[in-house]
């Protein structure tokens, strides 16, 4: 598993995890070591995630409800931009033949990824949010 975050003038380092992510592995090995840290340095910051299991038990719930964070509707991935980004990666990424090579690529992909197609999909949100409200939450053309 490899959990990521983007912010609109950077990016979280990648943490990649091995085996089961649970709501209480999220907390201890994720958030409290690094993505609360993180998001304490960036004064007025919404923490957005989806809604995978991990994130919505209620050990992990309890632990950032001390964050600001936007609620997420269940199926949304038209406006989730870091899965776009990782998309980006997923066309970049070339075959491997272990999981190490595979750390090693995904690792180097993220740290070459131009900040600009961060901020592009940043930016985009607004008409994304727009496209999702005329579909009704259906499907949009991002």
């Not at 999220?26 to 993180?38: C, N």
């Not at 070339?94 to 600009?116: G, K, N, R």
């Amino acid at each position: 598993m490899v959990w990521r975050a983007i912010v609109y003038d950077s990016r979280f380092t990648l943490i990649v995890m091995r085996g089961t992510l649970t709501g209480q592995r999220f907390v201890d090995d994720i958030f409290r070591p690094h993505a609360g840290p993180f998001l304490n340095g960036l004064p007025g910051a919404i923490f957005l995630q989806d809604n995978a299991r991990p994130h919505t038990v209620r050990v992990a719930q309890d632990f950032i409800r001390h964050f600001q964070t936007l609620p997420w509707p269940a199926h949304s991935p038209d406006l989730f931009p870091v899965e776009h980004v990782w998309d980006q990666l997923k066309r970049q990424m070339s075959s491997c033949h272990s999981v190490h090579d595979l750390e090693l690529a995904v690792h180097d992909l993220w740290a070459h990824l131009p900040q600009d197609n961060i901020r592009c999909l940043i930016n985009s949100m607004p008409g994304r949010v727009a496209a999702c409200i005329a579909t009704g939450g259906g499907p949009t053309r991002y």
